[in-house]
């Protein structure tokens, strides 16, 4: 005869990890890091509202848009760099690759707020090469056009790749609270070069 | 509110809740042990930024509760890309089981991958249906759905988990609500 559960008990028992206790302590250092990071980002934002005349002048681009809900400020300086298949033209000041596959890459904030794990997203900008049809608000931009859409605290913008490059769509995906802004990542998603390594993701 | 007083007071609560969190994010994540980790770790750490709401709360717990269901679903969404090519049949899963073994064990595996098998949303209805005791109307605000989305993931949620559990040597009695 089969056995028969309820379904409390049925997630009482998948529920149960058999793990032993953590100490707190490891939970305290990522918060108390994490809170300084914050902190560290708010007084950056700062020094960025100061020096955005001499920035620009220096042939960079830079985030100076923020509203006072933002406290985040997020740079993009012209200097070229490799994630292979991908090239970006523009480099977003404090923040790293984390991950680079054939179908994404991911950025980070050096700050180490965000997941060491490259397959958790929460907090990082991923750049995803896709043959999905692009979809949002329509955004034209130095003679291509974007597609903007987006929830949950996340934006995605969204372009066709250029001629010569594999044909796709490749997206970046950012969080809200991050200092990012549409204007700069509509910059920085124009940046980005498709090798012929990259392959489309599935989904 | 000094900082010492934040960490003195959130050590506490770790100490008292991150068994239930990790417990709570292993339903969520279907068994998915590094998956959950993080989701309990982000999830603290968001706590830990926004201490003063914790502290406010009626009952810290279930505001925890609610802040892991959003970051679940969060890093869900932006996963899912990559986690749904990755998540097989749940019965050529258990198929593969060994076929000693408590019952409690043997039901782990067969319910969480009967969990596995459906979309974050769902397993998220069911957790906070079923396992939080949520009634319908307050799994709709924190999920931010409407109530009859909220029965009807529910329904189906429930009726997939049973054709799964069903199909191994395993019954689930249940109410569909």
Redesign the interface.
């Known amino acids: 005869m089969s056995p028969s559960h309820d379904l409390t008990r049925a997630l009482q028992a998948a529920a149960e990890t058999g793990r032993p206790a953590v100490d707190p302590g490891a939970d305290l250092a990522r918060a108390r890091h994490a809170m300084h990071a914050r902190a560290r980002r708010r007084v950056r934002t700062g020094l960025v509202g100061v020096a955005a005349a001499a920035v620009l002048a220096v042939g960079t681009v830079a985030v100076l848009d923020r509203s006072a809900t933002d406290p985040a400020g997020v740079e993009l300086v012209a200097q070229r760099f490799e994630a292979t298949p991908y090239t970006f033209d523009l480099t977003p000041q404090g923040w790293s690759v984390q991950a680079q596959q054939p179908w994404a890459v991911t950025i980070v904030p050096d700050d180490g707020s965000t997941s060491e794990d490259p397959d958790v997203f929460v907090g990082k900008l991923v750049i995803m090469f896709d043959a999905n049809r692009p979809d949002g608000r329509v955004v034209d931009h130095d003679g291509r056009r974007f597609w903007v859409s987006g929830d949950s605290g996340y934006t995605t913008l969204a372009t066709r790749t250029r001629a010569g490059e594999p044909s796709g769509v490749v997206r970046i995906q950012y969080p809200a609270d991050a200092g990012w802004d549409e204007r700069s990542m509509v910059d920085f998603l124009a940046s980005v070069h498709v090798g012929a390594g990259a392959q489309q993701g599935s989904g | 509110m000094r900082?010492s007083e934040r960490?003195a007071e959130?050590?506490v609560f770790?100490?008292a809740h991150?068994?239930d969190l990790?417990?709570?994010a292993?339903?969520l994540c279907a068994?998915d042990?590094?998956?959950?980790e993080?989701v309990v770790?982000?999830t603290?750490?968001r706590?830990?930024?926004s201490w003063g709401r914790v502290r406010r709360a009626d009952v810290p717990l279930a505001y925890a509760r609610r802040s892991i269901t959003h970051?679940f679903?969060?890093?869900a969404?932006?996963?899912?890309?990559?986690?749904?090519?990755t998540l097989a049949d749940p019965t050529e899963a258990l198929a593969a089981e060994p076929t000693v073994g408590t019952?409690?064990l043997v039901?782990?595996e067969i319910?969480?991958g009967a969990?596995a098998s459906l979309g974050p949303r769902q397993r998220a209805v069911?957790?906070l249906r079923?396992?939080h005791d949520l009634d319908v109307a307050e799994t709709a605000r924190v999920l931010g759905c409407s109530t009859g989305t909220v029965k009807s993931q529910n329904a189906r949620a429930?009726a997939h988990?049973r054709d799964v559990?069903g199909a191994t040597?395993?019954?689930?009695?249940?109410e569909v609500s």
Do not use: M, N, P
């Open positions: 900082d960490s959130f050590v770790v100490r991150r068994a990790l417990r709570t292993t339903l068994g042990d590094a998956f959950a993080d770790q982000t603290l750490t706590l830990y930024l970051v679903i969060d890093e969404r932006l996963a899912h890309r990559r986690r749904e090519t019952t409690d039901l782990r319910v969480l969990l069911v957790v079923h396992w429930l988990l559990l040597d395993h019954q689930l009695s249940l």
